[in-house]
């Protein structure tokens, strides 16, 4: 029997397994073949293995977090549709036509299960196994069943979750309230780091070439400057790779390393901080990246 994956796994096998593919074929052709293509497999090789699994990622935690913020209502809903003498397939199938946003589709498909016969625990139950990429959601099920086979009140319950969720999210918004102020911050960091890039490459970068141009002529007698590539020829193929040309490739590649590092590594600071969760920094980094190509292109 063939086994099926779902669209999260698949994406990380296909993600890892194309990123490794490429790296080993960026490696033999940097040993036997071009430098420059090489290095080109090896990079292309990072984006196909990181990018795609931490994009889809950042859209699943963004997919809960939206549905997160409709749950409360959901449950406080039921509860009042339950007090008011409904039974519960009823209940859930008055959810079902009200509007939750991205938590719509789920109250649905569940309702229809109960329509069809579905026991109402074990549609409960399914309906927690699709949402258990939120701890909030998966827990406050697994209560509501508890309470459903051991015949308590489910109806308070549900809304003593719903107003206990509520606080919680209040509370959360207040900290991303205030730590949104950190999040400007740190963009503002970042932006003057590239400022600082740009100065360093148009001002003292010329400065060094002429000065080791002219130490050059004094030891031997010539104007030939210092070329920084025969040290360190691997970081001027990965900007030859790239695409940056000029005098200063080696410089350039050495910023622009350096500020797609600060980059993602800001971003996944600031989504920590503004949203208490590694995957949120995506966004911000993605953000930052992008800047700094865009002064790269423009300014360097």
């Not at 946003?101 to 069809?116: I, T, Y």
């Not at 910023?255 to 996944?268: D, K, L, R």
Request: one cysteine or more.
């Amino acid at each position: 029997m063939v086994k099926k994956y779902t669209t999260e796994e698949l994406i990380k096998k296909v993600s890892l397994g194309g990123g490794a593919l490429l790296l080993a074929i960026g490696l033999v052709i940097s040993m036997v073949g071009s430098r420059i293509v090489g290095i080109m497999f090896l990079i292309l090789a990072v984006i196909i293995g990181v990018v795609p699994f931490s994009i889809y990622q950042y859209f699943k935690f963004n997919k809960y977090a939206k549905m997160e913020e409709q749950f409360p209502r959901f449950m406080k809903d039921f509860s009042e549709s339950v007090k008011g003498g409904m039974g519960f397939p009823q209940a859930l199938d008055m959810a079902a036509k009200t509007d939750y946003g991205a938590l719509s589709p789920e109250v649905l498909k569940a309702s229809n299960q109960v329509s069809w016969g579905m026991p109402f625990p074990r549609a409960m139950k399914k309906f927690a196994e699709r949402l258990k990429g939120s701890k909030v959601m998966r827990q406050s099920f697994a209560l509501v069943n508890e309470a459903f086979v051991a015949g308590g009140n489910v109806a308070d319950i549900m809304e003593s979750i719903a107003e206990n969720i509520g606080a919680i999210r209040t509370i959360e918004d207040e900290r991303k309230s205030a730590m949104s102020q950190q999040v400007f911050i740190m963009y503002f960091i970042y932006i003057m780091f590239l400022g600082i890039i740009v100065a360093l490459y148009k001002l003292l970068i010329p400065m060094i070439s002429v000065i080791s141009s002219a130490e050059a002529g004094d030891m031997f007698g010539g104007g030939t400057p210092l070329d920084s590539c025969t040290v360190v020829p691997l970081l001027c193929g990965m900007g030859e790779a790239i695409g940056f040309t000029g005098d200063h490739v080696y410089f350039k590649t050495l910023f622009f390393c350096m500020s797609i590092v600060q980059g993602i590594s800001s971003g996944i600071l600031a989504g920590t901080i503004g949203e208490g969760k590694v995957v949120a920094g995506t966004k911000h980094a993605v953000i930052l990246v992008i800047a700094a190509m865009v002064v790269f292109i423009m300014f360097i």
